[in-house]
């Protein structure tokens, strides 16, 4: 249990069927905050507005609500975010301005905010120390399950406590994470420090993974460190050791998110070595990781390396198509460029039955290397997405 | 009718079910030829040897099959093709050098060159000027018709003759035209001035097609000018009038191409507009046109502007989201970045039941423009190329 934290999920009304869609995380006392937001351009009001109060460094709470993204309303969607973060402020008695906001869902409608006020008084009677399980339900889309991760990490004979909770399934691709992710954790942290932190931990975790290629206006990945652990990471020991949990965690949850995409069948890690720089490598990674023909080829457990091969040839880094080798797990189907034969494809096959698999890529060019996660691209996902506002 | 070209298209054997697979075009005398080849680093043998036999600037033959790309085939790949140019050299008693060669189909299974040498005969008895529908029926593969356009051109009282013929269906992506593609006309031409017209008519059609983002590995587009009908493109009111009608032609069978994608139920325009540059209206424009939420929203039906925004948002150029304006045909659904209401909503939606509609933006910030083509992404793109192989 993350000491000095609670949360609450509840259903407010946004959503039908008695669906959770209001969540909220208060820290007892105030929290040293990070965050990492959206690249894309457009940029929904909650997001704006946490990119601005983030400065500050510190929060006590944070609301994110699904079914509507709040993004595209104008003036009336700033408007909207501060009446959200407003009615939690003035309950638990703190300045707005330390209140943040989350919102999820289909762009371009008004968000019923009187819904969401409507709601507060249920969702803090909710709130509980146990209750980020209900948060992480009340966050989700097209997310089949909730995703929440916890840990006790011990460092010499004290210990501290991380939670993450994220939801994903569409409009998912790198540049950064694209969706929504929260980290609370009890250790006591500078916010400059935490930033550091979470930037390179997102980098390794939530900015390497791909479902369908596309960049949300909402994605936020925030980190809450409320210091009641009584360790802080201005001692270098408990850092190290924070800095490994919070990484472990992100991959984790980035990976949870990857499986539990929109219609995925497969975890598929892509890991190349040998390319020129780990820039080039990453190229390629991330071209292949978002190769429409590759990852229906997955769907259909069909070892076509053709489409891996053209997909890494015009990935726009330069390279010897007589130096690539392509193995699925340990089984090597193509050798210097070439075809390893029907053996090979026969097992390669096999391995492509697996629900979580690894195509590993040398290119035999220098020492850079790089690795994402994608998934298959299945009729599940052009089901969903044909009839996602239906 | 090509004065002084024949073609034929037959069933050699590559493929299963009597189905054509091997396709040839003979010009009488010596053409000229001018061709663009995929900018996919990894190049298919047949296409590494056209580019080298095209310097030349003259060709007799093209011959062509379609189920074997002959691409990843290593040292034999590159024999194959230089074997299969060569059946059709000795057959016309020409130099190997003046036969050009083109393959399509899976990637990195060995060409079966002996079934193809075999099936020379029976091609070259099925060789009549009206053989080009055959042609374009043996290059197909996932396509599901041939596509073949001829026109008689008038210059005063004199005229001359354009056919193109074209496959598409899959891997189809920008960056130029991911197909294969063969113009023959009876001007008369010097092989640097077609090459310029061959390079700009790509430009305005074949190289502004989306089907699903991947780009071959054996793309090429030739053209073949004999000189038979007596007009000169050296005469500049020839020139003009063969430069409008072959990029009228190529625009036509770059449409063909994507109506006639995999799984392909709808052919969309995306028209940008006051975009700061022509450069960043056609980044805006091709990361609309190749993304999978706003595609499998178009197979929907689901006239969901606000995956729109969020792909122009993550297309790489500044944008000012309060100036930007959505309509689908001419119904506006988005104004100024803000919905225009339910009734709107309702025409943009009987529009995008259309098989065939544009989506204009306009994003009010300079002068740039461009256009491209897309289609819907379906369950069926998915079935077909989960399926390929098997």
């Not at 006392?29 to 940029?43: C, E, Y």
């Not at 909650?46 to 944070?62: F, H, K, N, W, Y």
Request: glycine share 8%; hydrophobic share 45%.
């Amino acid at each position: 249990m993350c000491q000095g934290f609670q949360a609450a999920g509840i259903h407010a009304g946004i959503k039908k069927n008695n669906i959770k869609d209001l969540g909220l995380i208060v820290s007892d006392v105030p929290a040293a905050v990070a965050g990492v937001f959206t690249k894309n351009q457009i940029k929904a009001a909650p997001v704006l507005l946490d990119m601005e109060r983030i400065q500050s460094g510190t929060c006590r709470a944070v609301i994110a609500n699904s079914g509507n993204a709040n993004c595209c309303n104008g003036e009336r969607g700033m408007e909207d975010a501060v009446r959200m973060a407003k009615a939690v402020a003035e309950k638990l008695g703190v300045p707005e301005e330390m209140v943040l906001v989350s919102s999820t869902g289909v762009i371009g409608q008004p968000l019923p905010v009187e819904t969401i006020e409507s709601g507060i008084p249920q969702l803090f009677d909710a709130l509980t120390p146990d209750g980020f399980s209900d948060f992480a339900e009340s966050i989700m889309t097209t997310d089949t399950k909730p995703k929440k991760l916890s840990r006790t990490v011990e460092v010499g004979k004290k210990s501290f406590f991380i939670t993450g909770i994220a939801k994903g399934a569409g409009m998912i691709r790198p540049d950064m994470a694209t969706m929504l992710c929260y980290v609370c954790t009890d250790v006591e942290a500078d916010s400059s420090v935490l930033k550091e932190l979470l930037t390179d931990a997102v980098n390794l975790s939530l900015s390497r993974i791909h479902i369908d290629g596309d960049t949300s206006t909402n994605d936020t990945v925030l980190i809450l460190a409320n210091g009641m652990s009584g360790l802080s990471l201005n001692d270098a020991p408990v850092r190290d050791v924070f800095k490994d949990a919070l990484e472990g965690m992100l991959i984790e949850l980035a990976r949870m998110v990857v499986k539990d995409g929109e219609g995925v069948t497969k975890l598929v890690e892509i890991k190349i070595n040998g390319a020129a720089s780990d820039d080039d490598a990453e190229k390629m990674a991330d071209t292949v990781a978002h190769s429409s023909l590759v990852k229906t080829a997955f769907f259909g457990e069909d070892a076509n390396w053709g489409r891996i091969i053209g997909a890494l040839g015009r990935a726009g880094v330069s390279l010897n198509q007589d130096t690539i080798d392509i193995s699925f797990n340990d089984i090597m189907l193509v050798k210097n460029g070439l075809w390893c034969g029907a053996d090979a494809e026969v097992k390669a096959t096999k391995v492509m039955k697996l629900s979580d698999f690894a195509v590993k890529i040398d290119v035999h060019l220098g020492t850079g290397t790089a690795s994402c996660w994608t998934c298959d691209f299945s009729i599940d996902y052009v089901k969903i997405n044909a009839d996602y506002r239906s």
